[in-house]
């Protein structure tokens, strides 16, 4: 069983910045892609970006992208988001989640393990 847990949230100003890590449990780390995903009040969960499992290839969501970073440390147990420019709209709670072995996906039916959640509010 695989534990992921995110931190790293919290309130910010439009245009500022915040970094989610996500440390998780267990000797697979390395061998799975990892992603985030984000869940605001009233919508469905949304794919927000996702990194393999050597960290070699990444995908991100139009609406993040140039703005967010993903990245891991496999010493680490752990992979990061590192959110810049922050508006409004990127309000939501921030989840984390183990994908498939050497691979990556922007699918959430890929990920089989997530984390509790961090909430990201950006105030205007």
């Known amino acids: 069983q695989v534990q992921l847990v995110e931190s790293g949230g919290g309130l910010v100003q439009a245009g500022g910045s915040l970094r989610l890590s996500c440390l998780a449990s267990?000797?697979?780390?390395?061998?799975?892609?990892m992603g985030w995903f984000r869940q605001a009040p009233g919508k469905e969960r949304e794919f927000v970006a996702s990194?393999?499992?050597?960290?070699?290839?990444?995908y991100y969501a139009e609406s993040v992208k140039g703005r967010f970073t993903i990245s891991r440390d496999n010493a680490k147990n752990t992979v990061y988001l590192q959110m810049n420019s922050l508006k409004p709209e990127d309000t939501a709670v921030y989840y984390c989640?183990?994908?498939?072995?050497?691979?990556?996906?922007?699918?959430?039916?890929?990920?089989?393990?997530w984390g509790q959640g961090t909430q990201v509010t950006v105030s205007s």
């Open positions: 990194i393999s499992w050597d960290g070699g290839l990444t």
């Open positions: 267990g000797r697979t780390f390395s061998m799975h892609g």
């Open positions: 989640a183990q994908g498939p072995s050497f691979g990556i996906s922007i699918q959430s039916d890929r990920y089989n393990y």
